[in-house]
């Protein structure tokens, strides 16, 4: 594979990880890196070996030699700046959710097309080799048709009104902020998994804290806990910690989800319930070797992550034998593998999350958003 050189936009939590799954792929060099300001992107760019640092994007964007961008910055940027690299001719992997709403998810979709450039939204979760084992088995029917799915978002890193991050706000987050955050991925993954679109959908919302106190410093994602509750700063919230959602998919199934920042002693507990006609699969991110098989007339059964178990293409996404974990960091690395096997030969097939998967997810949150507030069933 050809040596390609990438950029990397926010140096907090996702900064990090994304960096980190870069320099696994062996033939994507991290060629500047980009913060809020000089000191943080100098203070990255000296922790991960990178020289070039900047608190102007823009400078990178400049640069004729660098081909892609990582936008890994809070969700208002995300627009502007991978509107900037696309039209500065860059292949762009965009964090999730994609935009602030469906107009701006739209542009850069028409962008992307018009300028015929790799445009990835970073559904990593979706690429845990035993969820693509489930959608194997989706595929070739070992479930029947699907009936029901169910499942929820669960974490605690929001529970105290002293609990601060940029995403309570919508200035910055946009107007859905569980929803955004983790919702997002949730309705993702069941519409990749099960190959049904959400068709219709009936949303509770809920605010429990309506004032936070915003520390005075810069706080990182889920680093806020460890804060003394000295310098803060009270402000109003109406973004929701919680948010349960009833679904229909496609024209027969039906579900339903919850999420919630609030949840305490879940960190990341991202779970779902497949029910079709001939058995059950459940899976849990905080057990994520572990694929749980439910049978009617059979013992139910868990399937131990092992590559020599799946399906030929789920074993794709197992790079290492059975028995040695494959975790969220190894999901971030198998999105980038494909998306810079496309930036280096326009040939290869799509395979991973676009842009369009993007625009898609924001028109569901608007319509999240539409119901909670009629208080009624939504069709997409
Ligand atoms: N896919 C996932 O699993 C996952 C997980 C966490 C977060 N995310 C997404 O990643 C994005 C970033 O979240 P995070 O948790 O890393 O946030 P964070 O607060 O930890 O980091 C944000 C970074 O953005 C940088 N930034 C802000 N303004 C900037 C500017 N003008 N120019 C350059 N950099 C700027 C800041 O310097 C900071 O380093 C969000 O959109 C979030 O939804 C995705």
């Given at each position: 594979m050809r040596k390609i050189k990438t950029a990397v936009f926010g140096a907090g939590f996702m900064g990090k990880v994304h960096s980190e799954a870069i320099r696994r792929?062996?033939?994507?060099?991290?060629a500047g890196v980009a913060a809020v300001s000089e000191e943080e992107a100098r203070n990255f760019g000296n922790a991960i070996g990178v020289e070039r640092t900047t608190a102007n994007y823009k400078e990178l964007l400049?640069?004729?030699?660098?081909e892609a961008v990582h936008?890994?910055?809070?969700?208002?940027?995300h627009a502007p700046m991978s509107k900037d690299a696309l039209l500065a001719g860059k292949a762009v992997l965009c964090e999730k959710?994609?935009?602030?709403?469906v107009k701006e998810a739209e542009e850069l979709v028409a962008i992307a097309a018009e300028k015929n450039l790799p445009n990835c939204v970073?559904?990593?979760?979706?690429?845990?080799p035993s969820v693509q084992q489930i959608r194997d088995m989706i595929a070739h029917g070992d479930?029947?048709?699907?009936?029901i799915v169910n499942g929820s978002y669960f974490q605690d890193?929001?529970?105290?009104?002293t609990d601060y991050n940029w995403?309570?706000?919508?200035?910055?987050?946009?107007?859905?902020?569980a929803m955004g955050d983790i919702g997002s991925h949730w309705m993702d993954m069941i519409q990749h998994l099960?190959?049904?679109?959400?068709t219709a959908l009936c949303a509770d919302l809920q605010t429990f804290h309506k004032t936070r106190k915003k520390p005075k410093g810069a706080v990182e994602t889920f680093t806020g806990?460890?804060?003394?509750?000295?310098d803060y700063t009270e402000i109003p919230i109406d973004t929701d910690d919680f948010g349960s959602v009833l679904i229909r998919l496609g024209d027969r199934a039906r579900g339903n989800f919850a999420v919630s920042q609030?949840?305490?002693?879940?960190?990341?507990r991202f779970q779902f319930e497949i029910f079709g006609t001939k058995c059950g699969v459940a899976w849990n991110q905080e057990r994520p070797d572990e694929l749980w098989i439910g049978q009617r007339n059979a013992s139910n059964g868990i399937i131990v992550k092992d590559g020599s178990l799946f399906y030929p293409h789920a074993a794709?996404?197992?790079?290492?034998?059975?028995?040695?974990s494959e975790g969220y960091d190894d999901a971030h690395k198998q999105v980038y593998k494909r998306f810079y096997k496309k930036v280096a030969d326009?040939?290869?097939?799509?395979d991973y999350p676009t842009f369009a998967d993007g625009l898609w997810g924001m028109r569901l949150l608007e319509k999240v958003k539409e119901s909670s507030e009629k208080g009624a069933w939504v069709t997409t």
């Open positions: 792929l062996g033939f994507v060099e991290i400049a640069d004729p030699s660098i936008v890994c910055t809070p969700n208002n940027l959710p994609l935009t602030l709403n970073n559904h990593n979760l979706r690429y845990y479930l029947g048709e699907i009936l890193w929001l529970l105290y009104d995403r309570v706000e919508r200035k910055d987050n946009g107007d859905l902020r099960t190959g049904l679109k959400i806990k460890k804060l003394s509750p000295n609030m949840s305490a002693g879940c960190k990341n794709g996404f197992a790079d290492l034998p059975g028995g040695h326009p040939s290869a097939a799509i």
